[in-house]
Every structure is written in structure tokens, then in C-alpha cells.
């Protein structure tokens, strides 16, 4: 016996309503709770710790929330814009980190565009530096600037084109570096207050500085040429110093030589000068007295460097007596 299905359409829809009557109760409730659950999700927002939150209200700048949860107007009338004020955000001209770490990698493709720069006696360089910074100010970055990374890279670059067009090519590379990097902290930071950008500016820094690579060999070629030039110089004045010096101690020491004779001379005369005052005294007061104390210290001071010595006799008419004529240096 074979069953067929006698229902027509109206009992095929009363059989639908019978088995969607029960969930069509329920669904204004599930759709109301829909849009409870997505106002209770605009409803509350975090800040993290590092950050303000910027409070718009039909994009009208309303006020400044801090770190934590809070709540606002869902459905898009209040709109919170987390601000990172505490985080050191960093820029690169020359060169691109690819990933920072222990074994940092950078990437190997070339910014000619931003990194060749002219020098104040017409050299060119390929200047790499950064620029680090932090938000001062996050409604001046919201609502005053229109892109505030594009206008700290392009003021980065017009200042250190041109402090590095007011430098040589040897000041760049090797002893004007820190003061490239000072004043172009201080100048970027003033064109940045001065576009009301809230930007604080951290530190700027170059990186590397060389010669293109067309140019490097001839570059240092003349590096050696001046390294050469400065060795010799300074072995012409280690050899300066070594003589000069010298014979300026010489002479002062024979300057001082001669004066310290002439004192020892004007002294001494000056010594023999009061000691005949004095004697010419003790002569005046007993002249026999004096004359043959003299005699006798004359004596005493002469005799012990005479090597022979023969006593006559006052009475002695001839000395001849007493010479020994026939010894060697007289007459046989």
C-alpha cells in the first residue's frame, strides 16, 4: 500500500508557523539584547599606563582621561583616542630597522633621496642619523596637526641639511659630530614648537656618516694624504720639542753658570776688599806687629808648595856653597 502526501500549500505554511511561532516570541528580545551587548561594548573603554585617553564628542575635543577603565556614550556620540605620552617613538633617515634586538637587523635597501647631503666646501655626504621624541602634548597632535610624522621627518631633514651645508667635510666626520647633534635637537625642537605639533624631541643623533660609494676610494686616498701630512708634522715637532727645549736648558744653565761666577768673583773681591780695610786697620794700630804676621801666614801658605827649599845665611856673601851643582840639570 503506498502513502501520498495529501497536504497542499496552506498546510505547509501552518506547519512552518507552528515550528517558528515559538522563536519569533523571542527574537525582538534577542536583537534588543544585541544592541545592549554592542552599547555596553562602546560603553566601556581602557587607557594603559602609559597613555591619556583624548574624549571627543561628535568629534569635539571634551576632555582627557587617564590610565584604567572608563565609561563614555556608545553608538559613536563620544569617541576616546588612546595617546602613547610616555613611550619614546623613534624616526630614521638613511636606513630602516627591520628588527630590533640583541642581533639587530637593518635593511639592506639605500634612502639616497634623504641621506646625501652637500657640505660646506662642496663635498657630499651620506649622512644617516635619528630622531627620537615623545608626545608633550596630545590635542596639539590630534587637532592641530595634520600628519605629525611626515612634518618631524621633513624639519628633521631641512635642519640637518642645513647645519651639515654650514660644516667642512672633516668637521662632519669626525670633530663637529656632537654639535651637529646638539643643535639639531635645538632646532628641530623650536620649528616643532613652533608649529604647535606637541612633540617633544629626546635626542638627535648621527649614526654614520661616509662618503658615496662611487667616491669612497678616491675619498680615502686623500684621507691617507692628510693622515700622512699630520704624521709628519707631528714627528717635525716631537723632533722640535726634543731640541729646543734642550738647548734652551743649556743656555739658561750657562747663563746661570756665568752669573753664579760673577757673583762668586764681586764677593770674593768684595771679601778681600774688607779684609785688607781690616788689615790696613791692625797695621795702622801696630805696623811691626802686623807686618810680620803677614810675613809668617805668607810663609805658611807659600812653603808647603815649595818643593825644594834652601836657608841662607844672612851672612852669606855667595849661595853657590850650598847649590848642589854637580846633580843632573847643573854643570859637571
Not at 715637532?237 to 753658570?257: D, F, H, L, Q, S
Request: net charge neutral; no cysteine.
Amino acid at each position: 500500500m503506498e502513502w501520498k502526501d495529501v497536504r497542499g500549500p496552506d498546510d505547509i505554511i501552518d506547519v512552518g508557523k507552528q515550528k517558528f511561532g515559538d522563536f519569533g516570541k523571542f527574537l525582538p528580545w534577542i536583537v534588543s539584547g544585541f544592541f545592549v551587548l554592542l552599547g555596553l561594548k562602546g560603553l566601556i573603554y581602557s587607557i594603559g599606563p602609559d597613555e591619556v585617553g583624548v574624549i571627543q564628542r561628535f568629534g569635539k575635543y571634551i576632555g582627557i582621561s587617564s590610565s584604567g577603565l572608563h565609561a563614555k556614550l556608545p553608538f559613536g556620540i563620544d569617541k576616546a583616542t588612546p595617546i602613547k605620552v610616555e613611550k619614546i617613538f623613534k624616526e630614521e633617515f638613511g636606513g630602516r630597522t627591520l628588527r630590533p634586538g640583541l642581533r639587530t637587523e637593518y635593511s639592506s635597501g639605500q634612502y639616497l633621496e634623504e641621506s646625501l647631503m652637500l657640505t660646506g666646501d662642496l663635498n657630499i655626504l651620506d649622512v644617516r642619523w635619528i630622531v627620537q621624541f615623545k608626545i608633550k602634548d596630545p590635542i596639539k597632535l590630534l587637532f592641530v596637526v595634520r600628519d605629525p610624522q611626515d612634518t618631524i621627518r621633513d624639519v628633521s631633514e631641512v635642519v640637518m641639511r642645513r647645519l651639515v651645508g654650514d660644516y667642512t667635510v672633516d668637521e662632519v666626520l669626525t670633530t663637529k659630530r656632537e654639535e651637529v647633534d646638539h643643535l639639531a635637537q635645538q632646532e628641530t625642537q623650536k620649528i616643532l614648537d613652533d608649529y604647535q605639533t606637541g612633540v617633544q624631541i629626546v635626542t638627535v643623533k648621527l649614526l654614520d656618516v661616509n662618503p658615496p660609494e662611487k667616491v669612497k676610494p678616491a675619498f680615502n686616498e686623500v684621507n691617507e694624504a692628510k693622515q700622512e701630512k699630520e704624521k709628519m708634522i707631528n714627528q717635525a715637532w716631537e723632533a722640535y720639542n726634543k731640541v729646543i727645549p734642550k738647548a734652551k736648558g743649556e743656555a739658561e744653565k750657562t747663563i746661570r753658570e756665568a752669573e753664579g761666577y760673577a757673583l762668586d768673583k764681586i764677593n770674593r773681591a768684595k771679601g778681600e776688599a774688607e779684609r785688607f780695610l781690616a788689615t790696613l786697620g791692625e797695621y795702622k794700630k801696630a805696623p811691626q806687629i802686623t807686618q810680620k804676621r803677614l810675613y809668617l801666614e805668607t810663609l805658611a801658605e807659600a812653603l808647603p808648595r815649595v818643593k825644594e827649599k834652601y836657608i841662607i845665611d844672612p851672612k852669606q856673601s855667595s849661595i853657590l856653597p850650598l847649590l848642589n851643582i854637580g846633580e843632573k840639570g847643573g854643570v859637571k
